[in-house]
C-alpha cells in the first residue's frame, strides 16, 4: 500500500472498474427494476465515496465495500420511494379497508425497537460510533480503531461493555 491517500493515486481505469462493479452489484441484487435510476445510483455512491474520502481506508477493498454500502442504501431509498408511489396509486383506485388493530407480535417488536434506541440514545456518542460501525456497517475491531485514531483494546472494550448493556437491558 502507498503511503500516499487513495484518492491521489487511484488510476481512472481502477476507477471504472470500480463502478462497473458496482453496477454489477445493483444488476445482480435487484435485477432489471432499476434500470432506469441504476446509473444515477453508482454515481450517488460514487460521489458520497469521494466525499468522505478521509474516512475511508482503501484496505481490504474498502473502497469497494463503502460505495457498496452507499449504494444499497441509495438503492433501498429508491425502491421505497418507488413503492411509496405505486401504494399511493392503488389506494388511490381501491377502496380503503377499515384499520385492523396490529397483532400483539407487531407491538412486541415495535416496543423491543424502540427500547434499543432509548439504550442506544443514551450512550455516548464514541460508543455509539464504536457500535454502530462494528454492528450495522459491518467493520472490523482494527479499522474502527484506525478510522479513529485510537487504540484496538479500547473498541474491543467499548464493544463489548455496549453489548453488554444491550443484553441487560433487554432481557428485563
Known amino acids: 500500500m502507498s503511503s500516499k491517500p487513495w484518492w491521489t493515486v487511484i488510476s481512472a481505469s481502477e476507477l471504472y472498474a470500480l463502478?462497473?462493479?458496482l453496477?454489477?452489484?445493483v444488476i445482480d441484487s435487484f435485477g432489471p427494476s432499476?434500470?432506469?435510476?441504476?446509473?444515477?445510483?453508482?454515481?450517488?455512491?460514487?460521489?458520497?465515496?469521494?466525499?468522505?474520502?478521509?474516512?475511508?481506508l482503501p484496505d481490504d477493498d474498502g473502497l469497494?465495500?463503502?460505495?457498496?454500502r452507499v449504494l444499497h442504501r441509495a438503492v433501498l431509498d429508491c425502491m421505497?420511494?418507488?413503492?411509496r408511489v405505486t401504494d399511493y396509486d392503488r389506494l388511490a383506485s381501491a377502496e380503503i379497508p377499515p384499520k385492523q388493530p396490529e397483532p400483539p407480535n407487531?407491538?412486541?417488536?415495535?416496543?423491543?425497537?424502540?427500547k434499543i434506541r432509548d439504550i442506544f440514545c443514551e450512550l455516548c456518542d464514541l460508543d455509539r460510533l464504536v457500535l454502530w460501525s462494528f454492528v450495522v456497517d459491518?467493520?472490523?475491531?482494527?479499522?474502527?480503531?484506525?478510522?479513529l485514531d485510537v487504540n484496538?483494546?479500547?473498541?474491543?472494550?467499548?464493544?463489548?461493555?455496549?453489548?453488554?448493556?444491550?443484553?441487560?437491558?433487554l432481557s428485563d
Open 23 to 25: 453496477d454489477r452489484v
Open 64 to 68: 469497494f465495500r463503502y460505495a457498496r
Open 19 to 21: 463502478r462497473a462493479r
Open 106 to 114: 407487531l407491538m412486541d417488536r415495535d416496543e423491543k425497537i424502540q
Open 138 to 147: 459491518g467493520q472490523s475491531i482494527n479499522t474502527i480503531a484506525n478510522q
Open 80 to 83: 421505497r420511494s418507488h413503492r
Open 34 to 56: 432499476l434500470d432506469a435510476e441504476r446509473e444515477d445510483l453508482v454515481q450517488h455512491a460514487l460521489l458520497v465515496l469521494i466525499r468522505n474520502k478521509e474516512r475511508v
Open 152 to 169: 484496538w483494546h479500547q473498541v474491543a472494550q467499548i464493544i463489548e461493555q455496549g453489548l453488554q448493556t444491550f443484553r441487560q437491558h
